[in-house]
Every structure is written in structure tokens, then in C-alpha cells.
């Protein structure tokens, strides 16, 4: 009996509640929170690179973790040649997505039509230049002046004096890393040889470790000791060199040594961070907040967007040169350094450079 009241109990319950809901006018029900929804589409590579896409992801997640009451996220990775780019950022233009970021440079073109046929969803693009679209914000680093940094690593921690730079495919961009790198070099120590190559001319550049390790080989062999990448997924063959030489290496964009394999990580002296997580993390806090902002942004040294890695692995190795690096970094934010970011900028810097 006492079953049966309580299960005739309930179902009164339940009734009241359809009817209570049921006198709610219908505008008043449908007022609940709608979720902002929040895509990406990774650059060549994708997900897993250790690099570049995995610290996109990083902000992403980061965002879900913390406002997952009010967005929901998606994430898209293009074919092996990135030829359906477009492709995909018009799929969640279309589904009505709020906000969506393309993950590269590469991006600058689909974006900028995309934007142009979607002008109510509001796009991120990361390393890319569009300044004439209403509703794009662009996410740009000071790359130059995080590699000036580690390579005043590499310069001060070498024993043979001659260090290298692996780029991945050979664009302004990339030079950039170059730039700021050797600039770094050349300034603790103006005698030091730097050696520099790239994987290709193309986005497969970013996805070739192969070309990384013979690329890293042929250097370590001419007497480098320390080889700073900045080649994505290719820079995996770059650590596989300097485990199989015995050799040095600095990583780009996350903290490598963290998602290294373990013999890897005993050969990586530090990394050059991009926070690509900071950036992705602010443009979805500022659209969850009501306060994004379409046009040109940029991260350095002075906004945490750039800078080196020291963790429980290098804390030691980075010692003795750390007092050093952040008296560089307190002068490049001050103005006292301006770092070069091509290579006529380089070429005058190098120029006044005392020996």
C-alpha cells in the first residue's frame, strides 16, 4: 500500500510540474540560455603536433573548461593538404556558429571570403593579417622577439659556437623566428655561426619530420650543437637528430619538453612559447563577455605572448643563463632592444653589434 501511495504521490508531483511549466507564457519558456557556439579549424598538421595546433586546442579547452555553461565547441582538422579549408569554416558559417577560428596564416584568404559571405559570425585568425573585415580579429605574435631570447640560449649554452635554425616552409613568418633568433645569438656572443634551413616552400613543410631529422643531421655533423625549430610537426624529426647525435635542441610554440618522449625531452634545453592558448583563451572570454573586437591584435614579451620555458626538466639546465634572459626581456619591453623581424632589420642590427 505504502508503494502505491508513493507512486500515485509522484505522478501528482509530476502533473503540478507539467502544469506549472505549461502556464509559463511561451516567451518566458524559451528565454533559456542559448550556448555560444565556438569552432576552429586547425592548420596543416592538426591536432597532435606537439606544437603550433595543440596550443590552439589548449585555449580552446581551456574556454570549455571555464565558461562550458555558456559555450559549446567544435573542432575541425583539414585534409593532409589543407585544400578543404574553406570548405569547413563555410560548414560552421553555416550551422550558425557564433565564433570561429582558422589556425594559421594559411587561413587569410578563405577567411577573408568567408567573413565577407557570413558577416553576422565572428572569426579568429591566428598569424594572419585582415584588417578590413568588420568582423575578424587578428591574432598576431611577436615571434621575433621570444626567438631573440632563445637564442641567446643557444649562443651562451653552446661549447663549439656554432648553433642552428630549422624553419619549415620558407615564408616572412617563419623568417621572422630566424631573425629574432640569430639576432639573440649575435648579441651575447657576435662571433657565433649560425647555420639555417628550411624543410620546403610549402604547407607540407610543417608536416615532414623526416625532412626535420636530415635537415638537423646535416647540421649537428658541421659541428652545431644546440639546433632551435620552427616547423610544426617536423620539428619531431629535428628532437629524434639530437637524441641520435647526442646533441641539443629548442622547441617552438608550446613547451615541448613536457609533451616530448623522454629521451627527447633529456636533449630539449627550452622552447620558444607562442601562447596561440593565451590568444584563443581572450577572443572567447571577450565574446562570452560581450567585448570582442575585430581588427589587429598583438602579443610580445610585454603581453605574455611570447617567451621561453623553464619547467621541472630544464629548471636546472637553465640555471645558470636565466638572470641573463629576463635582463633581455625587462630591455626589449623597455625599448632598449628592438629586436629585428626580417632580414634587413637583421642585417642593420647585426651592424651595430659590438665585437
Known amino acids: 500500500m505504502k508503494q502505491v501511495a508513493l507512486r500515485a504521490a509522484s505522478l501528482v508531483l509530476v502533473a503540478l510540474a507539467v502544469l506549472v511549466w505549461s502556464a509559463v507564457p511561451p516567451a518566458a519558456q524559451a528565454q533559456a540560455p542559448k550556448k555560444l557556439l565556438i569552432g576552429m579549424v586547425y592548420d596543416v598538421g592538426g591536432r597532435g603536433d606537439l ?9 580552446l579547452a ?19 593538404g589543407g585544400e578543404n579549408r574553406e570548405e569547413l569554416l563555410r560548414l560552421l558559417a553555416g550551422e550558425k556558429y557564433d565564433l570561429i577560428f582558422g589556425i594559421g596564416f594559411l587561413f587569410t584568404d578563405s577567411i577573408t ?15 594572419g593579417f585582415i584588417d578590413k573585415e568588420p568582423n575578424v580579429a587578428s591574432l598576431l605574435f611577436n615571434e621575433h622577439e621570444g626567438s631573440f631570447l632563445v637564442g641567446a640560449v643557444a649562443a651562451l649554452k653552446s661549447k663549439t659556437g656554432k648553433i ?35 624543410a620546403g616552400t610549402t604547407g607540407e613543410a610543417f608536416r615532414d619530420p623526416v625532412k626535420g631529422k636530415e635537415l638537423a643531421t646535416a647540421q649537428y655533423d658541421r659541428g652545431a650543437d644546440i639546433i632551435y625549430h620552427a616547423s610544426g610537426g617536423t620539428g619531431i624529426g629535428v628532437f629524434e637528430a639530437a637524441v641520435a647525435k647526442k646533441k641539443w635542441a629548442i622547441g617552438v610554440d608550446a613547451d615541448q619538453s613536457l609533451t616530448a618522449k623522454p629521451d627527447q625531452r633529456a636533449r630539449i634545453i627550452t622552447s620558444m612559447m607562442k601562447r596561440v592558448d593565451v590568444a584563443v583563451y581572450s577572443t572567447i572570454k571577450a565574446i562570452v563577455a560581450g567585448t570582442y573586437k575585430a581588427g589587429v591584435q598583438s602579443f610580445g614579451l610585454k603581453e605574455g605572448g611570447v617567451g621561453y620555458a623553464v619547467n621541472d626538466h630544464n629548471r636546472v639546465l637553465m640555471k645558470d643563463v636565466t638572470p641573463r634572459l629576463e635582463a633581455l626581456k625587462k630591455d626589449i619591453i623597455a625599448g632598449k632592444i628592438k629586436v629585428p623581424s626580417d632580414k634587413t632589420q637583421l642585417a642593420a642590427f647585426l651592424k651595430g653589434i659590438k665585437r
Open 62 to 80: 581551456r574556454a570549455q573548461k571555464e565558461f562550458g555553461a555558456k559555450v559549446q565547441t567544435k573542432d575541425l582538422e583539414p585534409a593532409a
Open 113 to 127: 571570403r568567408v567573413a565577407k559571405a557570413f558577416p553576422g559570425v565572428k572569426f579568429g585568425i591566428v598569424d
Open 164 to 198: 642552428g635554425f630549422v624553419g619549415g616552409m620558407k615564408i616572412p613568418l617563419i623568417e621572422k623566428f630566424e631573425a629574432g633568433y640569430i639576432a639573440g645569438a649575435k648579441f651575447v656572443k657576435p662571433n657565433v655561426q649560425v647555420f639555417s634551413d628550411y
Open 51 to 59: 606544437s603550433f595546433n595543440d596550443m590552439a586546442y589548449a585555449g
